[in-house]
């Protein structure tokens, strides 16, 4: 799997996520749905999300030192936290690691936040 | 912490750190009760560190790695499960940043990544408790790299084994379309079809097949079939005496009224009692014992033309939403034949009611022509007196062309019997080369009339055989006047002749000849070929189709070999001997 690259905005306090899998197992799948509909489920400011595949890209995952997958990372801003497991509950996920990026109201935001929003 | 409340599981490192950090032991006392109180402390301490120990050793042995994170997902304990799981050494795995572990539900998957070994597949559990005082979250991780991997063999066989199933099925499901698809197009006879259709099902998917067609008015007609040495075949004599009514609540009717299928996977004893509640005097339906049922509707367009009702009485032969499909799909394509074979009933129908039509009209224009010859006849012969040399010539064309009329309305006649199926065979014995001079003689005033050279070639000696006269007559005198009509010069030539188990007549001529796309189209009726005199040359244009259906009814052939502006030679061949005439005379003796 390809290190894909989303771009939510170019402005300049943007959160930078990575989440890094392992192949292309139901599990991989599964987190990149997830992390796919927590980001797009519209968050309070802007965002970037890559992702890595620690069997393609191997010493990025050794530079992080990850110990497993899936693993989502908040590269930015510090301090930097990570989530390792299932991520298919947003306000657990986004509560520890971005609780900054949870909106106010639960609705889903639309927006021009989503524009660039493409996985490979 | 109380001492005295039994401590939390994973608190033995503060467990064991308390009485070092915490009040450390006084110095001595001399009080009974303060050595009795630090006797029973030291006791308790014992106790304590037992426990430790014992839970310690227990954690550190579990097969499963157990970790413990701090708030901020490092990690503070790992056991040497642990370690092995994660392929680092429990000081290197101490303070490594393992992420908050999100778990929905019980547990979930992970991919633990060993440095240099392939990815650990895990389970991961995690459980809320405290490590130094602080909240922390214990984390149980098993290996279950295996079993995955077994799943997956499994699930890939599973998947395998369906495909491979499903693969076979629609093979077997496109094979008997197919082969339905040619049998039930090879006939557009209605009962032949309905035949066939339950051949087909009886054949290829069910043990018995019962269709019922819808006859407009009173029951259904009913046909059953069974796969062949099916043991209970003959209950379906019963099953075909037990007519389905419209207006009863039985399955068949119901399915028949809404066109939806119906499928039913087990057929019960509830179920029977149920569908055969109306009407099953005999009990043939329920006696045939079905294991499992479908009945589809027949129906093309709004048209509903019936019900099939297809049976499995084989317990291991359950039918499933795939038979039905493929049920379905048979009887729409087999609805579709239905449609067309009544279409061509229909079609047929109403070609032969105006054949019939043909023959009475034109028998009733024979009757009072027949009248005009007879009596110009006896003028001419002066019996009503006589007369002058102008009446003689007036009355000698009144005949010439009254004998044409009958000529023309004989060929309508013979056609349109033909063309209703109404035309015998009689046999008698035929002299061939007497017919062929006769015919000669009959047609040789046309070719002298147009300058053409007329010629005969016979057999010496041929003698006798067995054939209708009259229809071999009427084939030749056809073929030559047709070739005499369309030859503008040059000849036309008469052969016929028997070899060896054939009689063989031929007709040549040097006319303008037949362009080959033309071909197929001269045997047709009414039709002349497409050129400067047509229409011009008279007749009816039905010479050739009737040489054709005479040709056929006598057991044999016509062909013919022509190039445009040369001329053609038509060849028919009759059978001598058993395929002969006699054997065609009793395939019609029922007309």
Known sequence: MPATTEDRTDAVATTRFTLYVAGDSARSQRAIRNIRQIVDSGLSGPCHLDIVDVLESPEQAERERILATPTLLRDFPPPRRRVTGDLSNRDQVLGFIAPELRPNTSEPREGPRRLGSQFG | MSESSPPPIFEWDALGRTPETGASPGPLASTDASISAESENQVLRAALLESENRFRSTVERSVDGVVVLDGAGRVRYANAA?????????????????????VAGDATEIDLLPPGRAPVVADMRVAETTWDGQPARLVLIRDVTERKAAEERERDLIREHAARVEAEAHSRRVELLDRASRSLGATLDLEELLRRLAEVMVDEIADVCVIDIDDQN???????AARRGYPRSALL???????????????????????????????????????????DPAGAFSSLQPCSMMMVSLYSGSLRWGVVTIMSCNPSVRFGPSDQSLAEELMRRAAITVENARLFRVAQEASKAKSDFLAIVSHELRTPLS?????????????????????????????RSAEHLIRLIEQVITFARLEGDHERVDVGPVDLAQLAMDVATLTRPLADKKRLAFSVAVPEGSGAFESDEKKLAQILINL??????????????????????EVVLQVKDTGRGIPAEKVPEIFEPFRQLDHPNTRREGGAGIGLSIVKNLTRLLGGEVGVASRPGEGSTFTVRLPLGPRGPKAAVEETAAD
């Open chain 2, 371 to 399: 009248a005009i010859v007879g009596y110009t006849g006896l003028l001419e012969e002066g019996i009503g007196g006589e007369l002058s040399a102008t009446q003689h010539d007036y009355l000698a064309s009144v005949r």
């Open chain 2, 480 to 501: 030559v006047t047709n070739a005499i009509k369309y030859t503008d010069g040059g000849e036309v030539h008469l052969a016929v002749e028997v070899v060896e188990e």
């Open chain 2, 82 to 102: 642990a370690e092995g799981l994660f392929g680092l050494a429990r000081a290197d795995l101490v303070g490594r940043d393992f992420g908050y572990p999100a």
């Open chain 2, 237 to 279: 004599k019963g099953l075909e005496e037990r007519p389905v009514w419209l207006g009863l609540n039985t399955a068949e009717a119901r399915v028949f009224r809404t066109g939806t299928s119906e499928l039913i996977p087990e057929v019960t004893e509830a179920w029977l009692a149920e569908a055969t509640r109306n009407d």
């Open chain 2, 218 to 224: 009173g029951p259904m007609r009913r046909l059953a």
